[in-house]
């Protein structure tokens, strides 16, 4: 008889031995960059509903991934396994409790990708649910730049890349050990033309960045970006053979060697800065539209190339001509303004989920989304649009199809993707012909700066030193042009009398 009341005794402690499957509530992950691999410090904050003796954990383990130390608040771990890459966690016994830590230290090979020569791309995700609170810190290379989920916010300095947010965790970036300072970019240049030559460019960009802030009214919490410049061939093969530079997902400003031949050079690269940061505004667009993407990044380029006194391709309807004391030069306009006239004569509507991807219509698209931002600015002032973005940072749900995206904007918007629609021929012109003219004063703005920490400062651009700056350039310029001629001319005289 008493042997049997021992084992009900037992059987019953057994049956009050609960444990739970636990609830990740917070993830702390540093990630240490190393030659050949990257070492994960992940601490994971365990609770339940109610107290529980152990927990029990599932979760995805890294492909080529090894556990080098786990433990919990009681100490080392060694009930664990892993099965077709899932981690599974037993927490060791105790008394009862609702929470408790796993510290989990991870080593994955492989996880860095040569995207170029000695640039590598790293993609990182955590097990993160949509109430999880996720900090996670990346250093021991120099981090160039990086792209995270919606709801997460990012500040880079000094290489080393701090992400805090809320929500399912997913962050690319690349590093580099290489990379020369002109102004806010690091330059990594893979092409034929010197460091020197790019960098003036960049400097160029740097002083005119004011631009960049002016259109969006946001910055982002870094204080360099990574531009990096491809011979022609290797980006015609790399990255494609129709754009001068792409904003690469990751964090990387990609411009082939031939734009920094020529003068708008600057243009190019704020061009592409303005997609890095709309990348982080807009984080939760999954639907490959880019209209105002593309839109954003067009008017800084033609505010960029106004300020550095360039000529530029009227939108839709008019050619430029201008000479210098050799030669004239014609500049046909973006697009046909038959084909808008035509867009709205048969009510057509695929702006709303156009991509820059697209062949077919992609001069179009572009002069379109640009007509767009230029009106809208015009008519409603960089303050509408700056208010605009703000209430699209706001958004934390992934958007995934074209129509989610575009209803989304123009609501913040408050407006229709209509840009010069009028009833009447006459007047779609006369439209198009003032937005050809629109080159409004870059104003003092209020600028939100997104990272980490959110913090918002007023800037104001130094207009009077950087058309001082310009006009001397222009002189020294014109100054060797006349030297030139001058030499030439006592060339030709030497000749004549020898």
């Not at 991934?65 to 664990?80: C, M, Q």
């Not at 050799?326 to 306009?333: K, S």
């Not at 007047?427 to 980490?452: A, D, H, M, Y």
Request: proline share 2%.
């Amino acid at each position: 008889m008493m042997r049997w009341k021992i084992i009900l005794l037992l059987f019953g402690v057994l049956l009050t031995f609960a444990f739970a499957n636990a609830q990740i509530n917070y993830i702390d992950c540093n990630l240490e960059l190393q030659d050949n691999s990257v070492i994960a410090d992940i601490t994971l904050y365990l609770k339940a509903e109610s107290a529980v003796n152990y927990f029990v954990i599932s979760m995805p383990f890294y492909e080529n991934g090894t556990v080098l130390s786990l433990a919990d608040s009681l100490g080392e771990i060694k009930d664990y396994k892993i099965e077709e890459n899932v981690l599974t966690i037993r927490t060791n016994s105790s008394a009862k409790r609702r929470e408790d830590i796993i510290k989990l230290k991870v080593k994955i090979d492989g996880l860095a990708e040569e995207r170029f020569n000695n640039i590598y791309f790293v993609k990182f995700s955590l097990p993160a649910e949509q109430k999880t609170k996720v900090s996670f810190r990346a250093y021991g290379k120099r981090i160039l730049g990086f792209d995270t989920a919606s709801g997460f916010r990012g500040s880079l300095k000094n290489g080393e890349l701090k992400i805090s947010g809320l929500g399912p965790f997913i962050t690319s970036f690349f590093y580099s050990e290489e990379g020369r300072r002109f102004g806010k970019f690091i330059l990594l240049n893979k092409s034929n033309l010197t460091d020197e030559k790019i960098g003036k460019s960049l400097e160029r960009a740097s002083e005119l960045y004011f631009i960049v802030l002016a259109v969006l009214g946001i910055e982002l919490d870094a204080n360099e970006f990574a531009v990096l410049v491809l011979g022609d061939d290797e980006y015609k093969e790399k990255i494609n053979e129709y754009s001068e530079g792409v904003y690469s997902t990751g964090g990387l400003i990609v411009i082939k060697e031939s734009a920094f031949e020529k003068k708008e050079a600057p243009a190019v690269v704020l061009h592409e800065l303005t997609h890095e940061i709309n990348a982080k505004i807009m984080a939760w667009n999954n639907s490959g539209t880019s209209w105002f993407d593309e839109g954003l990044a067009k008017f800084v380029e033609y505010l960029t190339k106004k300020q550095l006194g360039l000529r530029t391709n009227n939108l839709f309807y008019g050619v430029v001509q201008y000479s210098d004391a050799q030669y004239t030069y014609t500049l046909n306009p973006a697009s046909d303004w038959k084909l808008l006239k035509q867009y709205y004569d048969k009510n057509e509507q695929f702006m709303l989920e156009w991509n820059a991807d697209n062949a077919d219509i992609r001069e179009f698209g572009y002069a379109f989304s640009e007509l767009f931002i230029r009106e809208y600015v015009k008519e409603k002032g960089f303050g509408a649009l700056h208010r605009a973005l703000r209430e699209l940072l706001k958004i934390k749900q992934s958007v995934n199809t074209p129509k989610e995206f575009s209803k989304a904007v123009l609501e913040a918007l408050d407006t229709k993707l209509e840009p010069c629609k009028r009833e009447s021929e006459k007047k779609l012109l006369s439209c198009i012909r003032e937005l050809n003219r629109f080159n409004p004063e870059i104003p003092e703005t209020k600028v939100l700066i997104i990272g980490v920490e959110e913090q918002e400062v007023s800037k104001k651009p130094n207009m009077q030193a950087l058309r001082k700056k310009l006009l001397e350039e222009k002189l020294n310029v014109f100054s060797e042009m006349l030297m030139q001629l001058l030499e030439a001319l006592m060339r030709s005289t030497k000749s004549a009398l020898g």
